[in-house]
């Protein structure tokens, strides 16, 4: 069988996104099919990725295959979900992330209202660009009909912000791919899809070569030596003696300097992402600082009251509410390490806001507002939460405030 991780390839994270039934998971399979013929892969069948959805237990249970694969250039991890609601839970609470994504797109049908759902959200949570698969050509004779399809995705997908024109564009049949049938519109078709993702969907920047950004967990003082942050560092490297700045929990932006890093309790000269380090801070008293703030590199975050978030609400299966919530509810908002009084609300020129409901299992997007600014960046992923139960995970799609 086919070796797995190949730590020499660049890796990257994909997916199938699309209407139900227009092919996702065919295509996945016959992508299998295809990489492993050139020993790239081990061919998953179309029921062992398409598994009958596992028992849901409580808490989020996303249902979502993870397939693998190589292809000259990089190493692929890629995620296909059974249904809508999975796709929509995946890409809310990050469960599998996406660096880019292929839109499978059934000819017979064009674009249907999860096509463009998916794209709002592939676009929301980051996706910079995405390939298109017009599936299904076997069952159109008409060329012109095609071109059609192949146009209105070009439009659409230029209204959610991806690249109209630039965009590739590959015109197949999944399941002639799977079946070994007309080449010309199977394999073939699965080859140029794997070049098109291969050169147009960027390689993810590292995580170490993003700005630095430490979440606080705890403060404390050290007697002779200064204030302590510890925390995990989500993104970065910081260098002993740089410059930072601390935000967060509604207070004045601290700018200071770390003097001294402790990581598994030695002193080093650097901290970097998926660390869990002690940063030493120069002149700041224990009392300015507290949970939920952020060490970062001066400049890159700023703080945020106001902004929209897309939330799926759980299922009181999944451990949330029994009951809807209306405008203006007030449950807390977990952010990094931080917890947050906030107000929901819906957004200007919702129709009878005021007696609106938002129901368990619902997807819905909604105007936040925090009683204390926090550091916020829109694709950030946060919790709703009240008296101890989750309510909902969210998406900051745009900072308003
Ligand atoms: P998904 O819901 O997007 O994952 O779609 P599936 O992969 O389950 O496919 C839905 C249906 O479309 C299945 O019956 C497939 O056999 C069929 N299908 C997928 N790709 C093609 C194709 O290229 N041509 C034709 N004619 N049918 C296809
Ligand atoms: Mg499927």
Partial sequence: TYAVYQRTKPHVNI???????????????????RQAEKGMASFLDYGSIDKAPEERKRGITISTAHIEYSTEARHYSHVDCPGHADYIKNMITGAASMDGA??????????????????????????????????????????????LVEMEMRELIGNYGFDS??????????LCA??????????????????????????????????FLMSVEDVFSIAGRGTVCSGRVERGVLKRDSEVELIGKGTEVIKTKVTDIE????????????????????????????????????????AHSKFMVSMYVLTKEEGGRHTGFHENYKPQMYIRSAD????LHFPEGTEDA?????????????????????????????????????VATGLVTRIIK
């Fill in 340 to 343: 947050e009084a906030c107000a």
């Fill in 102 to 147: 292929i839109i499978v797109v059934a000819a017979s049908d064009g674009q249907m209202p999860q096509t463009r759902e998916h794209l709002l959200l592939a676009r929301q949570v980051g996706v910079q660009r995405i390939v298109v698969f017009v599936n299904k050509v076997d069952t159109i004779d008409d060329p012109e009909m095609l071109e």
């Fill in 354 to 390: 005021e007696s609106k409901m938002v129901m368990p299992g619902d997807n819905v997007e909604m105007v936040a507002t925090l009683h204390n600014p926090n550091a916020i960046e829109a694709g950030q992923r946060v919790t709703i939460r009240e008296g101890g139960r989750t």
């Fill in 263 to 302: 990581t598994f309790h030695k002193s080093c000269e650097e901290s970097r992402a998926g660390d869990n380090s002690g940063l030493l801070l120069r002149g700041v008293r224990r009392e300015d600082l507290r949970r939920g703030m952020v060490i970062v590199k001066p400049g890159s975050v700023s």
């Fill in 178 to 211: 799977l079946d070994g049938k007309r080449p010309e519109i199977g394999e073939q078709k699965i080859d140029e899809l794997m070049k098109a993702v291969d050169d147009w969907i960027p390689t993810p920047e590292r995580d170490t070569d993003k700005p």
């Fill in 15 to 33: 997916g199938t996104i699309g209407h139900v039934d227009h092919g996702k998971t065919t295509l996945s399979a016959a992508i299998t099919k």
């Fill in 165 to 174: 024109d630039e965009t590739p564009v590959i015109l197949g049949s999944a």
